[in-house]
Nanobody, 123 residues
Framework: QEQMVESGGGLVQTGGSLRLSCAAS????????MCWFRQAPGNEREFVAA????????SYADSVKGRFTISRGNVKNTMYLQMNSLKPEDTAVYYC????????????????WGQGTQVTVSS
């Protein structure tokens, strides 16, 4: 059974840092594109960052560029999101997702999702 699990969320003050982790398991997960989306209460889910199967290419939303870094782990089908200089507007549930397509920015292209981890940034 395919499964994705996020961890690392929590409560931090403005300017603080968090590191999110995502682990995917199952027969389907062989070097997929992996990404992070986030969703705040009452808002649409939005793209945050994505990384290619080899880790050679990355993409970031303008709102997090320069503050967040996505990377793949040494263990296959793991990835991380290092979040620095956090702002209150970063508060959301963060979801990891995976796909084998080419459209990195459309959430409907991702068939595999984790349950989400809460990130709260206080002012």
């Amino acid at each position: 059974q395919e499964q994705m699990v996020e961890s690392g969320g929590g409560l931090v003050q403005t300017g603080g840092s968090l590191r999110l982790s995502c682990a995917a398991s199952g027969r389907t997960f062989i070097t997929p594109v992996m990404c992070w989306f986030r969703q705040a209460p009452g808002n649409e889910r939005e793209f945050v960052a994505a990384i290619s199967g080899t880790g050679g290419r990355t993409s970031y939303a303008d709102s997090v560029k320069g503050r967040f870094t996505i990377s793949r782990g040494n263990v296959k089908n793991t990835m991380y999101l290092q979040m620095n200089s956090l702002k209150p507007e970063d508060t959301a549930v963060y979801y990891c997702a995976a796909q084998y397509g080419t459209n990195w920015y459309e959430q409907d292209e991702y068939p595999y999702w984790g349950q989400g981890t809460q990130v709260t940034v206080s002012s």
